[in-house]
């Protein structure tokens, strides 16, 4: 199948500082990527739908200045977490989809001290 | 939009017996639905999946049914074994381009030997 590949897989920051996660599919192109977020023991929850070459369509509740998102190339979105505090403290998974399946990066575990 | 239940939220079984895992969508145009299967700190991983045009799939110890008009979906493992733990997630297209999938909270399954 095809790979996507997340990185960093954990990161631990100070509180304040910002974070970049960064999420590529390896072997196809993607124009849209999408992000989420995951509570420990808790589903998927949809951030935000990356889109090549345009701004991010953001879900309902989650703060377009906070949770930044850039798709610069048909490979790679990136998400920046700025001013990071505790509560930003989460597993942040990204997908792209091809042929109508759902492909998962590995996951990225931040944590904000 | 689409909403996606499922239950139970936890399932204990002992190794070699069946678990079943239920999902109810809300959308009745959505036309595809897939499972993943998602172990402690990694990706979710799609095991299996159908689509609308047919009642039942089977791969092996994992079959899904289908039906419409009740609009549910159910995950059926036999002879489950203990690294068949894990969470698993059932899915709901979302919209007309095939591009991002609603996700059920999720069944967190533990097989015990």
């Known amino acids: 199948g095809a790979v996507v590949s997340q990185h960093p897989s954990r990161v631990i920051c100070k509180s304040g500082t910002s974070v970049k996660i960064e999420c590529r599919s390896l072997?196809?192109?993607?124009?849209?990527m999408f992000w989420y977020r995951q509570f420990p023991k808790q589903s998927l929850m949809l951030m935000a739908t990356?889109?090549?070459?345009?701004?991010?369509?953001?879900e309902q509740g989650v703060e377009k200045d906070k949770f930044l998102i850039n798709h610069a190339s048909l490979t790679l979105s990136t998400l920046t977490v700025t001013s990071a505090h505790p509560e930003d403290s989460s597993f942040y998974i990204c997908?792209?989809?091809?042929?109508?399946?759902?492909?998962f990066g590995e996951g990225s575990r931040l944590t904000v001290l | 939009g689409e909403n996606v239940e499922q239950h139970p939220s936890t399932l204990s079984v002992q190794e070699g017996d069946s678990a079943v895992i239920k999902c109810t969508y809300s959308?009745?145009?959505?036309?595809?639905f897939p499972w993943y299967k998602q172990e402690l700190g990694k990706r979710p991983q799609l095991i299996i999946d159908?689509?609308?045009?047919?009642g039942e799939k089977k791969d092996q110890r994992i079959a899904v049914t289908l039906n419409k008009t009740a609009k549910h979906f159910s995950l059926h493992i036999t002879e489950t074994q203990p690294e068949d733990s894990a969470v698993y997630f059932c899915?709901?297209?979302?919209?007309?381009?095939?591009?991002?999938?609603?996700f059920g909270p999720g069944t967190r399954l533990s097989v015990l030997p």
């Open positions: 997908s792209a989809n091809l042929r109508g399946e759902l492909f």
């Open positions: 072997d196809f192109q993607a124009t849209t």
């Open positions: 990356s889109n090549e070459g345009s701004k991010a369509t953001y």
């Open positions: 959308d009745s145009a959505s036309n595809y």
């Open positions: 159908i689509r609308s045009n047919v």
């Open positions: 899915a709901a297209l979302r919209d007309n381009y095939g591009q991002n999938f609603v």
